[in-house]
């Protein structure tokens, strides 16, 4: 759009620049009145280079936007799988209870299993070959990160 001044823009265009005029307003760069003004703006403007002018001041939004590194990512999903595997152990401990907790205790097995399956994902994920990049993986993580 920033090539063709004159084009005339769309709705939803009008409404993505009034979200980036909220967004700029809650990180304290416009004040209310400010904002009341390049709103009004915002919507009654015909071409970009109208809502361009609205913006020309303000820092690109999707410049702050702090991508997560692999690491942060695979510690996510180690912190994710921590709590599938608790939810899982209580859940068997639980039934367990709920069926009169007679005879062995069952759930030992369940809790052992799933804390292996989670000390191997986890040291897959976060272990000393964990930066070593595997077949896929590159374009996994860069799908992931793309906003």
Do not use: Q
């Not at 702050?64 to 994710?80: G, N, Q, S």
């Not at 191997?120 to 070959?129: A, I, N, Q, R």
């Amino acid at each position: 759009m920033a090539g063709v001044p004159d084009l005339r823009v769309s709705d939803s265009e009008r409404e993505a620049a009034a979200g980036e005029l909220l967004d700029h307003f809650a990180a304290g760069r416009l004040s209310e009145g400010e904002l009341g003004d390049r709103l009004e703006a915002a919507y009654s403007a015909k071409t970009a280079a109208e809502l361009a002018a609205l913006r020309a001041d303000l820092p690109d939004p999707r410049a702050e936007v702090v991508l997560a590194t692999p690491r942060e990512l695979a510690r996510r999903r180690v912190y994710h799988d921590v709590g599938i595997v608790a939810l899982i152990d209580v859940g068997a401990v639980v039934t367990w209870f709920a069926v009169g907790a007679h005879g062995s205790f069952w759930p030992i097995w369940v809790i052992l299993v799933s804390a292996f399956c989670l000390a191997y994902d986890g040291w897959k994920l976060l272990g000393p070959t964990a930066n070593e990049v595997r077949p896929g993986y590159r374009t996994w993580v860069e799908r992931r990160l793309r906003p």
